[in-house]
Every structure is written in C-alpha cells, then in structure tokens.
C-alpha cells in the first residue's frame, strides 16, 4: 500500500518509520532538511507519569506512550548504529505547597497500579540527594521548596536526534523523503462518495496514493483548507535558552520541573531551561517572541537552581507549537468527508512524547 506522509517533524518522522515496515511510504517537507521548526524548538521531556491526573484519554495516551521508548530507543540505536543523547534519570518535580506534596500519595498509588513508580521526597530528602537545589524557591513569592516527586521511569530525548534517526531508519526500511517540497495540490476520483484521493502533487511531480497523512503541524491548517475540510492549528510560541555552568556537576541528573520551568540536562555543564508559553493577541494572529517573557523564564530557572545565576548564555531559540483551536491536543482522526486521510497534527507541547504512539494509532486507523 502506498502510503504519502505530508510532514517531517517529529512526529511525521515516527509515522513514517512505523509504516515502512510494511508499506510503501514517501514523505514530503515544505522546508529545508535541517531546519527543524517546532522539533528543534521542543525540549523532549517525556513527563507522562509526573502529573496529578490519574485518568483521561490524554494521560493514557501519555503513558503508553512513554513504555513504547524504552524499545523504540534501542531499536533505532540498532538500525542507525548511533548512540541517541537519552536520558534515562528521570524527572524531578519540585513542590512549594504542603498540601499539594501531599495530594501526590494518591496519585503514587494510582501510578503504581498503572505500572508506574513515584518517590516521594521531604525537603530533608531532596537536600540530601540534590545538594545544588538546597535554596530552590518559587521566582515571584521566594516560597522555599518542601519537597519533591521523583519519577524514574519519565524521560528526556533530544528531539533532533530523535527525528534524524527516525528518518534514517525509515530509509533503511524503503521509505523516500523529499524536502524543500511543498505538496501543491490532491487529486481524487470525482465520482466516488466519500472522494478518495488518488495523488498527492508538487511543482514538479504527481505521485499515486492509497493514503494520505497530514502530520504538518502549523502547515496542517491550510492543507486540509485545500480540501474544503478545514482542521484549525494556531502557533503557540515558546523560547528557551541553552546555559553552561561554571562548576560542572558531579552525578547525572534528572531533568528537574517546577514553577512552569524544566531544566534539562544535557551534560554535567550544559543545560536547556524552557519553555514560555506565549499567545498571539488574537485567534490566528502572528506572535513574536517576548523579550520580558525570556528574561522571567531565566530568572524562574536561577530560583530553581542557584548555580545557573552565575552560567553563561550559549544560545537562546523559540519555536511556534502547533496548538488545535477549541478542542484538546492531540488530533489523530480520519478527515471528516474523505475516505483515505488521515490527519495526525496540533500535538501542542507534546509532539515528541507522544510521536510514537501517534504513529501506532494511524497505523491502526489505515488498517481499519
């Protein structure tokens, strides 16, 4: 079956690696092949197991996705015969609220019966085992820290690589990728009801389909316009910073998580701390990165981690996240009035935890 993926981030590259196996798949990229968008603007954390929900569609999503890692990383490891920057410390949650630390219980014994570990740490403990976060506080009311969730199973990829090598595995497997191609238009059988469609074309070319996936994030938008079913995805900014501290730590670390911040490691010098949140005035609107928004994400992550006071700035970034208008994150459906599209899109600020098992449920909805 040829299957054509319009989309090559993060989580068109892990449909297009799930689909190789046993279809033909092409895959088509309006911008360059290193110009990453919302997948070098992401952070990889894979928090699914660190958030009081203890039901949902999204947290079983979440979970199940994060299992569906620890096989996926070793297999491309294998396929690629590279090494992925994967971090297998887990999270760290800081808390500054008593009563919240102990809300947490019950979601540890939930986690537990979900297959899931949570420690539960006192400030005594968390001093004891992460000496460097003694004088974390909340930014704006200085509230110290009492205490901690730690959850060793949640996880952290660099999302670059991760999508590098899921394209290159995929190749492996047969599968084509064009970049610097936008698709132009679809072509469908006029008389079939539902319409069908029976290729997807470039400037240059037209290429036969059996299915079509849309996995574009913000570009998800104006493609199903073209097919008068339009899915509404509106950017969502976030920016970050990349940091290296004067005395380097001495243990691996966890990435640790609080007051809306994640400090992530990347080795015993360098981390990433990310990400704002940022809206456009308006629905649809553009939104440019907010300097003031940069400066108060620093200064939060210095409250979590007093050694960043004294780090220098490598390099600063912000990406647009690909956000659905009025319904939640993420989409993964058949396009309403189309036999064979399959729209995989508006991720938000899950695209890479949740790629893996996006690619299993299109597989699923092709197959059905």
Not at 91 to 102: A, K, M, P, V, Y
Not at 148 to 171: C, E, F, K, N
Not at 266 to 274: F, H, L, P, Y
Request: hydrophobic share 40%; charged share 20%; with cysteine.
């Amino acid at each position: 079956m040829r299957v054509g993926i319009i989309g090559c981030g993060v989580v068109g590259a892990a449909i297009a690696f799930e689909l190789s196996q046993t279809h033909q798949v092409t895959v088509w990229d309006a911008r360059e092949e290193h110009q990453w968008q919302a997948t070098g603007a992401a952070l990889g954390v894979l928090m699914a197991a660190t958030t009081l929900k203890l039901k949902g569609k999204h947290l079983l999503l979440r979970l199940e996705s994060l299992k569906l890692y620890e096989t996926l990383i070793p297999e491309l490891e294998a396929i690629t015969q590279t090494s992925l920057p994967y971090n297998r410390q887990g999270i760290l949650r800081l808390c500054f609220d008593g009563d919240e630390l102990q809300r947490w219980y019950k979601t540890q014994q939930v986690r537990s019966k979900q297959g899931f570990r949570l420690d539960i740490l006192d400030r005594e403990q968390l001093v004891q085992a992460y000496p460097h976060l003694w004088a974390a506080h909340l930014q704006e009311s200085n509230l110290p820290v009492v205490g901690a969730i730690y959850s060793p199973q949640d996880r952290q990829v660099d999302p670059v690589a991760l999508s590098a090598a899921l394209i290159t595995a995929a190749q492996k497997r047969g599968a084509t990728f064009y970049f610097n191609t936008p698709v132009a238009e679809f072509r469908s059988l006029p008389e079939q009801d539902p319409p069908c469609l029976t290729h997807i074309c470039t400037e240059a070319e037209s290429y036969p389909v059996d299915w079509v996936i849309v996995a574009a994030g913000l570009g998800s938008m104006p493609l199903t316009t073209t097919l008068n079913q339009t899915v509404p995805i509106y950017p969502v900014l976030g920016q970050g910073l990349h940091l290296r501290r004067q005395t380097p730590l001495a243990e691996p670390m966890p990435v640790v998580n609080g007051d809306q911040v994640h400090i992530v490691p990347i080795n015993a010098s360098e981390v990433w701390v990310g990400a704002t949140v940022e809206f456009p005035v308006e629905v649809g609107a553009a939104v440019e990165a907010d300097p003031a928004q940069m400066y108060e994400l620093h200064q939060r992550g210095i409250a979590l981690d007093e050694s960043l006071a004294h780090a220098s700035i490598l390099r600063t970034w912000s990406g647009l996240r690909p956000r659905p208008h009025e319904r939640p994150a993420p989409i993964i459906e058949r396009l309403p009035g189309y036999d064979n599209v399959v729209v995989a899109s508006g991720h938000y600020r899950n695209g890479v935890l949740l790629a893996p098992i996006t690619a299993q449920k299109v597989r699923q909805l092709i197959s059905n």
